[in-house]
């Protein structure tokens, strides 16, 4: 009785499992054995991921599209008013695809975990990065855990394993030169930061003064990832 009851629920598991079909077509990424089976399918926190979901793709987007146009103007100015085109252009296409990409993902983890699974979230506050790295530990996780499971450690976890990986995120999202460039960019930032880190420390005068030095931090990641997606949506 207790093994065929066992086996009932290896096969429940095995199609649950195999059959996930919220985490199909966008996403999120789902590994061997970073899914996880509920007992209890109706949860509030699933509604509220389904009800998130909508609010950002069906309210917030189309709102934010209707409002905020890109600024980007070509051909491109040298000057201050094209830096703030294109810092324009960046915040509009930020916002705009984490909106649509994350809203998206957040009605797949409701859906699924009305289904009897729990998968991972694939963002977690963006915005609040302190380091490019620290922004992919943050933007698109299950993509980032795919890539450093399958290309980065059987690589060895060496600096060109790394721009390999970033290489292969740009191509991820299409086989164009504007992905591979903006990918190549991730790359050697990461590449840069933890040389930095490793070479160089902050005076210690600086160091006391951790929440301003984490502030900046902030800025310029958020800096350089905004002006990123201008090189993304490059068409």
């Known amino acids: 009785m207790h093994d065929a009851a066992t086996a009932k629920t290896s096969v429940s598991e095995f199609i649950r499992r195999s059959f996930l079909f919220p985490s199909f077509l966008c996403g999120p990424i789902v ?8 007992e209890k399918f109706l ?16 309210i ?8 905020f146009e890109t600024g980007l103007l070509l051909p491109f100015q040298p000057d201050v008013s094209g830096f703030m085109n294109l810092l324009k252009t960046g915040i509009y296409r930020y916002a705009q695809l984490y909106l649509d990409f994350s809203g998206i993902i957040d009605i797949a983890a409701g859906v699924s975990g009305l289904l009897g699974m729990r998968i991972r979230h694939n963002f977690n506050r963006p915005w609040l990065a ?4 620290d922004f992919w530990r943050r933007w698109h996780i299950t993509l980032g855990a795919w890539m450093r499971r399958h290309v980065y450690i059987p690589l060895g976890k060496t600096r060109f394993a790394l721009f390999l990986v970033f290489l292969l995120v740009g191509a991820w999202h299409g086989l164009k030169l504007h992905f591979i460039l903006w990918g190549a960019l991730h790359g050697l930032a990461i590449i840069t930061e933890r040389f930095a880190s490793s070479h160089w420390s902050l005076p210690e005068f600086l160091a006391r003064h951790t929440i301003a ?16 997606w201008v090189l993304f949506f490059w068409a």
């Open 60 to 67: 917030l987007l189309p709102f934010w599209n209707a409002h």
């Open 43 to 58: 949860r509030p926190q699933d509604v509220w991921l389904i009800c998130l979901g909508l609010i950002k793709v069906l």
């Open 213 to 228: 030095i984490r502030g900046l931090r902030i800025v310029l990641t958020q800096l350089f990832v905004t002006l990123s």
């Open 31 to 38: 590994l061997s054995g970073q899914t996880w089976i509920r």
């Open 130 to 133: 302190s380091s490019v790295g």
